[in-house]
């Protein structure tokens, strides 16, 4: 009966559940107050959409979501780092600087990568119409 017990306590779905609402009010957060995440989403959903248009096959529908992941969880990162260090101090600081154009790099690389990736993917097919 104690096995039962532990194992009741381990897999609480109460804590999943907390989790997760915090998760997707974290999501709400990001989109209603961040003009780039809606950005990185809509983009994100019209490549995913045109890849099923233009019947993209599994592994590269796999690849493409991805990548989009990717680059999303970049902006979140993003978006993290630079709160954080907003709620020490609003003063100019040349390594806090830094520090936000490094995350702001971190964006770039993702999104670099997504447009070679949508090349690669999106070329062969575009231009057999």
Do not use: P, Q, W
């Not at 990568?113 to 999106?122: E, H, P, Q, R």
Request: aromatic share 14%.
């Amino acid at each position: 009966m104690a096995k039962n017990n532990i194992f009741r306590n381990i897999f609480k779905l109460r804590r999943f559940k907390d989790s997760l609402s915090l998760a997707i009010k974290g999501i709400i957060y990001l989109f209603l107050y961040h003009h780039n995440m809606r950005i990185i989403f809509l983009s994100g959903v019209a490549a995913l959409l045109f890849g099923l248009y233009i019947n993209l096959r599994g592994f590269e529908l796999v690849i493409l979501c991805i990548t989009i992941t990717l680059v999303f969880m970049a902006e979140i990162f993003n978006t993290a780092i630079e709160l954080i260090i907003d709620m020490f101090t609003d003063k100019y600081h040349t390594l806090i600087k830094l520090i936000k154009d490094i995350s702001a790099a971190i964006v770039l690389i993702a999104s670099l990568n997504a447009i070679a990736v949508g090349v690669l993917l999106f070329s062969r097919r575009i231009f057999k119409f």
